[in-house]
């Protein structure tokens, strides 16, 4: 037989004729070699193959690997099934072999993995950080987790963020950052704080490094020191929390120190504030003006003439006819503040710290330099690693010293006071006498800032100390004991001096005085020790990987106060002695408490695709009598990671799918008291004890001051728990490899066990002995549900990075049973508050304004109102019965609280350039005009104080926001400021909460200067514009008070820099 010679490629040899076609045709059954062959005259066949069969040389492959900000070092490379790798050197370079083809593997902790395939020339990537972070473990409850084994409804808030903002305090940043988290605005001033709230429930608990903490704690923490900042809002994450946790919690793990070299950071910013709703006031001129259109709507004497007006206008009587610009006597343009803040941080292998201490410097924007906020972090934190013998302890202090002064008058006390004045104060009255000297009328704002008048100081000095010990056991592989002791000292002392400024009468120089100095001061100081012990139990078998916590916790704390008060001083020295002992007024207290908690939590998940636990807590607390003390509390929840599964993954290969997580739970938390003292529901301490108090009560005796004592409520021995049922359903996901990604969330929360006092009527019989009635159990019930969702985008064109995030919530809740809601009330189906939802309040129902006389005639008129004319309000007969009365009234408008919130994040980086904002916002809900701005206010009158309400009913002008003008409210039986829904405006807003560019110029720095690891700039601003109907009316939508009493929010301008070495 003869033997030819078969060429393929570069390797030839020879093959028998028959082998040939065989296995050409075996090939192309298969479609592994597709072949191309010819036979010459000889029967030679000669087989080319370019794709399949190549007999390769390695080769040196070199390149480099870098981020944004330039080489990584110990960056992992290897060829993809092979032991060959090898990582980058100081300057981000590699080289290994490889052969062209091969998949070269790159990993580096915190970043996207990438495989790239070796081509001819140099390897140069960019690696981008991994956002998703499945594995990364963290922190949840008493023990960890990992992203991409949770199955609790956690969300995170991005603390670099945070430390970013021109803030006095975290809870003024926290606004539209994360699904569930609802925060509002308090106002503006110094030190305010936003209300938290999750998921529409009241304060929820604060989590601080494991440890139970103060809110203030919280309210005080630096940014700058987070290093995670969580929002855990189903049972299955806060059932271990037990009697606390039915509001939620906010987890903060603190920042640790890091192995390498000494790293030094400082931040600086300085910004400047101002009112962000600056409504103009009218002058003396205008308002007269108006107050005659009132007079003559009234037909009565007209107040100014001709010749009023015109001084009004030009000034010439500044005496008779003022005309006050208080907002320029008073306010400054801006208000300046500072934030200092250093860190320092590294360790070896053993031993690594973290220390930083930081400085706010809070300016008020009165024209005062004696009103304003001063506040010191500290936190150091220690590390120690005994690898040997698995053992890792941990030191942390840290603390804060608090400072706070702002005006106090017998007109004023405190900053929102002043601003009310500021505001509503009629412009006709005097400032300042003819010698530039303060005037002595009422209210008077610019004494009230006056350095010469009185003031509140209030100190607060906390530190908190920790020692941690965790021993991984060498011999139970997976077992890891557990201990923490933690200890909270404060001090608060605060000092009130009630003295009014000089003020002078018009053509004098002698001062005089509203009243006589009064001086309060109050001390207290208190401390708290928590001591845990757990053990916790993590290992994987094959595809199962098991984890068991338990552990015990106990918590014990006590403090006292002392209060002294002296009044009418005759020398106006701010100290107790000089004070008339004849005034003195002495208070004081003692208090203590103690908790106890069994917990035990067990974990399973089966290859990272089914899991399930369990959480319960056995809870004591000193709050209840001694058979309803302890309580039990549980949770349990699944999840299926659904896109690991076979049957995806073609999906997942086509990143349809990249993470796809369904997730529900079940439990039941507590909580040991509802809202606030002298609120409904409120449990009082030791109220199921026989109680007493001293004052109020006094009397003489034998011509001796004798204090008295008063017996308190009748004591409730059924005081226990609240509970609150929780459920929890909903998914995560990631999609179009992770640039899509997502959360939602369904959740339904049922509180009962209200205790409530009966209504002596209700029961038929009056208070015995002249006390309130023992609170006793009910079937009070109380529901809130809701959804909530997350939806991002995030993406890399070339060095361009951009994320954009949005996120929902929207909630409501009612009353399944009002146990405090009168009999009378509950059969009402238009005024009972049991079974409803979301309404501002019971109030008459507005048609309008009356057009006419005819109309007016023709019309039911309100039983009460009289002299009734065209621009007056008209009113709904609701029940029909031809009288408008009280009956007719009944729910209307929305809830005061919004009950949707949203939040647009976007993040925009490229080539060391940053640029973020977010928007923020609230879906309708009602706002209810005050007085003020309903112009029936004693103070104010009955004409505009600002320009929007000059939009009255006039014939010319019946499309109004405002009826006719009234020289008194009562003149027409006050019909047009009863209670209706008139006067409700949609508070709905869409606010710029944050915006931010910036530059790092690492970049550039990098190659020079080496031991400058950070160099950034940034221009920032908050609450830059809102969007809102309120704001129409000089409303800020977030503040409590329609009335412009309280001080809006801020806008607020900074600048800001950090470096590193």
């Not at 940014?223 to 606390?244: C, F, M």
């Amino acid at each position: 037989m003869e033997i030819k010679p078969v060429q393929i490629q570069s390797l030839s040899f020879s093959i028998p004729q028959r082998i040939v076609k065989g296995v050409q045709v075996a090939c192309l059954l298969s479609f592994v070699l597709p072949a191309f062959a010819a036979a010459d005259s000889n029967d030679l066949l000669t087989v080319r193959e370019s794709k399949y069969v190549e007999m390769q040389q390695t080769q040196k492959v070199s390149g480099s690997v870098s981020d944004d900000f330039g080489p990584l070092v110990g960056v992992s490379i290897h060829v993809k099934g092979t032991t060959n790798g090898t990582v980058t050197d100081m300057d981000g370079n590699f080289s290994l072999e490889a052969k062209p083809g091969d998949i070269l593997v790159i990993y580096y902790v915190g970043y996207l993995t990438i495989e790239h395939k070796v081509t001819a020339g140099p390897v140069n990537l960019s690696m981008k950080e991994d956002t998703q972070k499945l594995d990364e473990v963290i922190v949840l409850g008493y023990g960890t987790t990992t992203k991409r084994s949770m199955i609790a409804a956690v969300s995170t808030v991005n603390a670099e963020e945070m430390a970013a903002l021109p803030v006095t305090n975290i809870t003024q940043g926290l606004a539209g950052r994360s699904p569930g988290l609802i925060v509002q605005g308090s106002g503006g001033g110094i030190n305010k704080t936003s209300t938290v709230s999750i998921r529409g429930g009241g304060t929820p608990l604060v989590v601080i490094d494991g440890v139970i903490r103060d809110y203030g704690d919280f309210v005080a923490l630096a940014p700058e020191n987070i290093a995670n900042l969580s929002i855990l809002k189903d049972a299955s994450a806060t059932a271990v929390y037990g009697s606390r946790a039915s509001n939620g919690i906010l987890q903060v793990t603190t920042k640790q120190g890091k192995e390498g070299k000494p790293q030094i950071d400082y931040n600086f910013n300085q910004s400047w504030s101002q009112p962000n709703v600056w409504p103009d006031k009218l002058n003396s001129y205008e308002r007269a003006i108006h107050r005659n259109v009132a007079a003559a709507n009234d037909g009565v004497t007209i107040p100014y003439n001709d010749d009023d007006l015109r001084m009004f206008a030009d000034g010439s009587d500044p005496y008779g006819h003022p005309n006050t610009d208080w907002q320029k006597e008073v306010m400054k343009n801006f208000a300046p503040q500072q934030k200092h803040n250093i860190t320092i941080s590294g360790g070896g292998a053993s031993n690594t710290y973290y220390a930083s201490i930081g400085h706010i410097n809070q300016q008020s924007l009165y024209k005062s330099d004696s009103h304003y906020m001063k506040r010191t972090n500290f936190q150091l934190t220690q590390t120690s690693t005994f690898k040997s013998i698995g053992l890792k302890t941990t030191a942390q202090l840290d603390g804060y010293m608090q400072f706070k002064t702002h005006p106090y008058t017998s007109t004023s006390s405190g900053y929102g006071n002043v601003f009310s004045h500021v505001q509503n104060k009629s412009p006709m009255e005097i400032g300042r006498n003819k010698y530039g000297l303060v005037y002595n009328n009422t209210d008077n704002p610019i004494a009230e800032i006056s350095d010469d008048g009185g003031y509140i100081d209030e100190k607060e000095n906390v530190v908190n100390g920790l020692l941690g010990v965790e021993w991984d056991l060498p011999w139970v592989k997976g077992l890891k004991l557990r201990a923490k002791g933690s200890y909270r000292y404060y001090i608060k002392d605060n000092k009130s001096w009630r003295k009014d400024a000089a003020q002078y009468a018009w053509d004098s120089q002698e001062p005089t005085y509203a009243s006589k100095p009064q001086l309060s001061q109050y001390g207290e100081l208190g401390n708290s020790w928590t001591l845990q012990y757990f053990a916790e139990y993590n290992r994987t078998f094959g595809k199962h990987s098991v984890s068991a916590l338990g552990g015990y916790e106990y918590t014990s704390g006590f403090g006292h106060s002392m209060g002294l008060v002296r009044k009418n001083y005759d020398f106006p020295i701010d100290q107790i002695n000089p004070g008339p002992s004849s005034t003195m007024e002495n208070s004081g207290g003692e208090w203590e408490n103690g908790r106890a908690g069994w917990v035990g939590q067990v974990k399973y998940n089966y290859d990272n695709r089914y899991f399930v636990e369990a959480s319960m807590r056995y809870d004591g607390s000193d709050n209840f009598p001694k058979d309803h003390r302890w309580g039990t509390f549980y949770s349990g929840s699944i999840g299926w990671s659904l896109a690991d599964e076979a049957f995806m993954e073609t999906i997942r290969e086509k990143h349809i799918f990249d993470m796809l997580k369904i997730r529900a739970s079940y439990g039941q938390v507590g909580l040991d008291n509802w809202g606030n003292d002298g609120d409904t529901y409120h449990i009082g301490r030791f109220a199921y004890l026989t109680s007493y108090g001293l004052g109020g009560q006094e009397y003489v005796m034998n011509g001796e001051y004798v204090p008295g004592f008063w017996e308190g409520s009748l004591p409730s021995p059924d005081l226990t728990w609240f509970t609150t049922d929780q459920f929890d359903a909903g998914f995560d996901f990631s999609s179009l490899n992770n640039r899509l990604y997502g959360s939602f969330d369904y959740f339904y929360y049922a509180t009962k066990g209200f205790l409530y006092a009966p209504d002596a009527l209700d029961v038929g019989y009056t208070d015995p002995l002249g006390v309130s009635l023992p609170k006793i159990s009910t079937d009070g019930e109380h529901r809130r549900a809701g959804v909530e969702f997350q939806l991002g985008w995030r993406d890399d064109i070339g060095d361009f990075h951009y994320d954009v995030a949005f996120n929902f919530t929207k909630f409501d809740e009612l009353w399944a049973n009002n146990p405090s809601e009168s009999l009378e009330n509950k059969k009402n189906p238009y005024k009972r508050t049991t079974q409803q939802r979301g309404y501002a309040g019971v109030y008459y129902e507005n048609m309008g304004f009356y057009k006419d006389a005819n109309d007016v005639y023709n019309s039911v008129q309100r039983t009460g109102s009289h002299s009734l004319t065209a621009g007056d309000l008209k009113y709904y007969d609701f029940n029909g019965d031809g009288v408008i009365d009280g009956a007719d009234q009944h729910r209307l408008g929305k809830s005061s609280f919004p009950r949707a919130n949203y939040g647009l994040n976007i993040n925009l980086s490229y080539k060391g350039f940053s640029f973020s904002t977010l928007f923020q916002g609230a879906t309708r809900f009602d706002m209810y005009l005050g007085s003020v701005l309903m112009m029936s206010d004693a103070n104010t009158g009955s004409s505009p104080t600002y320009e929007f309400q000059t939009d009255y009913w006039t014939p010319e002008n019946t499309d109004a926001k405002f009826p006719r003008l009234l020289s008194s409210t009562g003149n027409n039986g006050s019909n047009n400021t009863v209670g209706s829904d008139f006067w409700l405006i949609n508070g709905g807003y869409l606010r710029m909460r944050d915006i931010q560019v910036g530059y790092d110029f690492k970049r550039i720095l990098l190659k020079k200067t080496p031991w400058i690891t950070r160099l950034n700039v940034a221009l920032s601003g908050q609450n830059i514009f809102t969007i809102s109907e309120a704001t129409k009316y000089g409303i800020d939508p977030e503040n409590g008070s329609a009335n412009r009493y309280d001080y809006p929010n801020e806008r607020v301008f900074a600048i800001n820099f950090g470096i590193g070495f």
